[in-house]
């Protein structure tokens, strides 16, 4: 009987060290506000070789978005796999604001962590106040480790001084932020236990302005004629993919990149026509402009390079398919409202339930709704008065109240430039969607806090 027992838990034993073996690390790397078009796999004019690389290596998505067209709702979304305003991230956060992503939220980084996996969080972070107010930072959120800054790096991203790590200011740090970034992440790395797995959020500030660059970088796309704006930008996107090659290098020098979930994007669409060619609108708005990203997965243990796909994917995705990933269980008892990748790369189809919507209260449209090809954008009724940029007392209850009035539709596979509204020659799908985009509205903003002043 002991024997019987003692053989029992050995397997047990070994089940679990191959179950943790075979688990993959996780990066997940995002920019800040770059464009669907802003690297050279996506048909940029901006050298990125390091990314270029990165997506032959694994698969380029043609169809990926974001969970919300801003900073702090999208972050929350690919964090929680719920939609922004459900957990109460309306807008971005400004300064010194109540508005944060609540504790009782359930991050891949507190999924992760509970499985054993060291994690990081690294530049970006935007859904709480770092400086101002007792809320929850990275730390608090699953992350054992956080260096970064609650918005953009300031003056800029030249020797930034607002940088905290692990809730303490650490003044002026030099060099450019994405490098400082991936020092910080590289030198992470380099102390988590060979056995032990990780996960790393690597949320540049780049290219969100105010927008510093290597000088010699800048001068090489001048001298190709580009205008000084324009040059700065390119450059910074370039200095990005320089400090990603470095991340990519660690991966490889620490043994882990065969089996290493790495996703990177952008957390919302581009501010400069060239970021967004061929779509309508930009950051902020809910068209495919506002919300559509350059999305790349690299695992390559798991999944075959060179792959181009055109499914139709989004952040909210990543915290069901990272835990079927990892094959730990989803939270109990929460309402997620993307799709697991898994089935898509074991070979199968990516079968999403419930459609994809963003919603955005301060832009017009402000609600998007995507069911196959088709897109429904939809036009809440008129506020009283105009918004103000951030979230006030006087704009929250309108925006659990207002209803959706007034709708577009659009066949992206025909028109991707959301040029040719059908909403009058469509009757049929626009009753099927308008219905459907009714339906999430109410759930989520039926879910989402009130914020109080
Ligand atoms: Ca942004």
Known sequence: MRIHFLFFVLCIANIQTLLSAARPDVVLVMLDDSGYTDFGCYGSKVDTPNIDAFAKEGIRFTDCHAAAPNCSPSRAGMLTGRIPPRVGLYSYIPPNHPMHLPDEEITIAEILKKEGYATGHFGKWHLSSLEYREQPGPNQQGFDHSLGTSNNAKPNHLNPVNFVRNGEAIGQVKGYSCQVVVDETNEWMEKVPKEQNLFACVWFHEPHSRIASPPELVAKYEARGMKKKDALYYANIENVDIAFGRLMNKLKELGREENAFVF???????????????????????????????????????????????????????????????EVARPKGVKLDGTSWMPMLNGKCLDRTQPLFWFFYRVEPAAAMRMGEYSLLGYLEKPPKKFSHGLSPVDMPWIKQAKIVSYELYNLREDLAQTKDLSKSHPKKLAEMKKAMASIHADVLTDGPNWKW
């Open 264 to 326: 990177l994007t952008s957390d919302n669409g581009g501010v400069n026509a060239f970021s967004n060619q061929g779509l309508r609108g930009k950051k902020s708005f809910v068209y495919e402009g506002g919300q559509r990203d350059a999305g790349i997965l690299r695992w390559p243990k798991k999944i075959p390079v060179g792959q181009i796909r055109h499914e139709t994917i989004s952040h909210l995705d990543l915290l069901p398919t990272l835990c079927d990933a990892t």
